[in-house]
């Protein structure tokens, strides 16, 4: 058996962009996506902190450094500039394996940059 676990999550950034004229996907920095295991056309989920909104998209690569974080086409309605969004990704992970599967998940800054790298979500429920 597999389960579906939490493989990557980038906690509380910001959008920088809402692109509707664009095919679809979520454009993120590469320095971010590098930081925690996110691959170029990788499923995420987003979640939307500001309007309970949750998608689905593909992530495509953003320039490295820049801190964006845009979403395109149709998501680009469910969004607006300056939303607080969490983006996960999940991996099927073989029964054997759960207790030692570890995700990892990226603080995030207002501006978009790293404040921390954890191995497991938290205890405390306020970060």
């Known amino acids: 058996m597999f389960r579906t676990m939490m493989n990557a999550k980038i906690h509380r950034a910001r959008v920088t962009e809402a692109n509707l004229n664009y095919v679809g996907s979520i454009t993120i920095d590469t320095e971010i996506l590098d930081a925690v295991g996110l691959a170029v056309n990788e499923k995420v989920q987003i979640v939307n902190n500001n309007n309970g909104a949750r998608f689905e998209t593909y992530i495509i690569p953003g320039e490295r450094g820049s801190g964006v974080v845009c979403l395109n086409g149709a998501a680009a309605r469910l969004v607006q500039e300056g939303d607080v969004v969490i983006i996960i990704s999940y991996a099927l992970v073989p029964e054997e ?8 998940v990226a603080i ?12 497991a979500e ?5 970060l």
């Open 108 to 119: 995030m800054d207002e501006n978009n940059r790293i404040v921390e790298i954890l191995k």
């Open 97 to 104: 394996r759960v207790p030692y599967h570890h995700p990892k």
């Open 122 to 126: 938290p205890e405390r429920t306020v």
